[in-house]
């Protein structure tokens, strides 16, 4: 990756703006989303900062761009249509080691905003670093019509319930099909339709009925010649809930990208067509754990007495069909 996603707490930032015109509007539009704590450098306003200024009491240098100004901020944005005064402040706030983002100049970016779509407490960031602008507007428009405008409602719903859920449904995996259903049966349906007291009378129903621990199990990946977009949906969903993947240098590392981020990965030093390590696996699995092993191919797996003879479950899936 180019560019290192994050995402900065609005309750820190501290930002300055150089320029005054109507894209240094837009980039305060933005800021203020999450925070005032914003100062505007500039001699001149138009009428549309000026009046966010004004509305929302943010900090104003009468004066253009000078250096010296930008040590109390963290955050910087070079707004202006002179190409050597935004040379200027992404030179100083370089020396300062600061947050900068000169419009429309990314070589003198130390960051870049992404495309955002908002259902707060949702927030989806995305970006083509800078190489395909209608693309991913073309992509923005895909999810967005996906995403209800009440989708940050079940944020909310969910953040109410965790640690209930938690306490009562034990297992990430257990949890995560809970949540699963929960937002995606009639539970989610009453939240997006504002019916708050039903849904919660439903979910501390269902959090009453008895949940079995979790059950660990092993599954198989052949991955064929490895190329992502052959995942079916069942190998992506298996991928999505592991608790632990086993991978060799052979697999197509891609894959990787597609296991959930805080799964346990064990990469193997020998290649999987000469020794499957059952045995790891095998205890992982009776620990409860989801586990996943790719293998690349296709070959016959080996049997294997001590996992015919456990009681755990397993299954192959091949890449593609």
């Known amino acids: 990756m180019k560019y290192f996603p994050i995402f900065l707490d609005a309750k820190h930032i501290n930002a300055m703006i150089i320029g005054g015109g109507d894209v240094a509007a837009r980039k305060i539009e933005l800021l203020l989303k999450t925070t005032t704590n914003i100062t505007v450098m500039s001699e001149q306003l138009s009428v549309s900062v000026e009046r966010l200024i ?37 030179q100083e706030a370089s020396e300062l080691k600061l947050l900068a983002n000169v419009v429309d100049q990314p070589e003198l970016c130390t960051y870049i905003t992404p495309s955002i779509i908002d259902r707060a407490p949702i927030l989806i960031a995305m970006s083509s670093s800078g190489s395909a602008p209608i693309l991913l ?85 052949h991955t064929l010649d490895g190329d992502p977009d052959n995942l079916t949906l069942k190998a992506h969903r298996e991928l999505q809930f592991a608790d632990a993947v086993f991978y060799d240098e052979t697999v197509n590392l891609t894959l990787i990208e597609y296991v959930r981020r805080d799964a346990d990965k ?33 070959h016959v797996l080996p049997r294997n007495e001590a996992l015919v003879q456990s009681q755990i479950t397993y299954k192959e899936i091949i890449n593609g069909r």
């Open 266 to 298: 064990y990469p193997q030093d020998i290649a999987t067509s000469v020794l499957i390590n059952f045995q790891h696996a095998l205890e992982l699995a009776q620990q409860g754990q989801k586990v996943i092993y790719l293998l690349s191919g296709h």
């Open 137 to 221: 507007r073309m992509l923005r428009e895909q999810i967005e019509k996906t995403l209800p405008d009440g989708y940050g409602k079940l944020a909310d719903f969910s953040l109410k319930f965790r640690d209930h859920v938690k306490a009562r449904v034990k297992g990430i995996r257990n949890r995560r099909t809970f949540w699963e259903s929960t937002l995606r049966g009639s539970i989610g349906q009453l939240i997006l339709n504002d019916q708050n007291t039903e849904a919660e009378q439903q979910l501390i129903t269902s959090l009453k009925e008895k949940i079995a621990p979790p059950k660990g199990e092993i599954v198989f990946i």
């Open 54 to 90: 004004n509305t929302h009491k943010l900090s104003w240098l009468q004066h253009n761009y000078r250096e010296g100004y930008l040590k109390n901020c963290n955050l910087v944005i070079a707004a202006t249509d002179n190409n050597q005064v935004n040379q200027n402040v992404a």
